[in-house]
């Protein structure tokens, strides 16, 4: 209600339907005005065709659902997007772990066969790897009497009992930070001083012999197999590098491993059989025998000694 004086004005708007002449329906919308002026009531009343706003209200409420409609179905689509992403996401976190353990088991096998040294610049990207060490000592191990046990034992128990021996040794060889290199049937390389250099790698084989000495003693008593040990050793330069490219192996040659072979097979059983070489470097840490000079094959006369003990339980290394 509007006042302005002594006029009150009453403005009431309400839809309707209304019938053309031809007979159909249509909205209107109808203005009734009610002005009151000093008593006397009049009315008015204003009708207006709105069946275009109709339409356009239509349009709108339809536009608007549509709307609506197209984001839900937008916002269903990018739920299901993102739960098949975390799905996807969640597959190649999975991979990845499984990845990471496949490339640990690569990891470690290839360690196994390899120096870590080496391992790491095959990684990097190197294809020949060969160098020159001068300052390394050797050692063979040759199970004496396994050939004739082998020959009379199950071939099961055969690999078990060369597995326990060797086992204990690549136990010792990591405890005394020396590399094995190979087996050759019942023999056993190893080597200190490569592929990464170090003044002690005479020492360092020097306790591996040991060890590897009295574990021998104990193996043959808890495994009841009538085996013993030769072993030798000698000191000097040698070649090692990586040989193949489908089955990796590093390997060392030179007449440093030469005359260690020559040790080994010139040497007896239970003792470790060693080159004066080897001696001049571990003569002020250990006793030694001297078995004096003898012929050796490919050589010729060489003095040679047996290890025997430690002087000092601080060498241990």
């Not at 069946?51 to 609506?68: D, F, G, H, V």
């Amino acid at each position: 209600m509007l006042t302005t004086g002594q006029s009150r004005i009453l403005n009431q708007r309400i839809e309707i339907t209304a019938l053309h002449k031809d007979g159909h329906e249509f909205p209107v919308e109808l203005t009734v005005i009610k002005l009151v002026n000093e008593g006397v009531i009049r009315f008015s009343a204003f009708v207006r065709d709105i069946t275009e706003r109709k339409r356009a209200e239509e349009l709108t409420r339809n536009y608007q659902q549509s709307l609506e409609q197209d984001v839900h179905e937008r916002t269903k689509q990018l739920e299901q997007k993102t739960a098949e992403l975390e799905r996807e996401q969640q597959e190649l976190f999975i991979a990845n772990q499984q990845l990471d353990v496949e490339r640990e088991k690569s990891e470690h096998l290839l360690l196994s066969i390899i120096p870590k040294d080496i391992a790491r610049r095959l990684q990097a990207g190197e294809q020949t790897i060969a160098e020159r060490y001068d300052n390394a000592t050797v050692l063979f191990a040759d199970l004496v009497g396994f050939t004739e046990y082998s020959s009379q034992k199950d071939p099961i128990e055969v690999v078990d009992v060369l597995n326990s021996i060797f086992s204990a040794f690549d136990y010792f060889s990591e405890l005394h930070n020396v590399e094995k290199i190979k087996t050759i049937g019942d023999s056993y390389m190893i080597v200190s001083g490569i592929p990464t250099p170090t003044p002690h790698h005479a020492i360092e084989i020097a306790n591996m012999a040991l060890e590897i000495l009295s574990t021998m003693a104990l193996l043959r008593q808890s495994l009841s197999a009538n085996i013993d040990i030769r072993i030798g050793i000698h000191s000097g330069a040698v070649v090692g590098g990586i040989i193949g490219t489908k089955k990796l192996v590093f390997d060392i040659w030179g007449d440093t491993v030469n005359t260690a072979s020559r040790m080994e097979s010139h040497g007896l059983p239970g003792k470790i059989h060693c080159s004066e070489a080897f001696y001049l470097l571990t003569k002020e840490h250990y006793t030694f025998e001297k078995r004096g000079t003898i012929s050796i094959k490919s050589k010729g006369a060489m003095t040679t000694y047996f290890l025997q003990a430690r002087k000092d339980d601080r060498f241990i290394m």
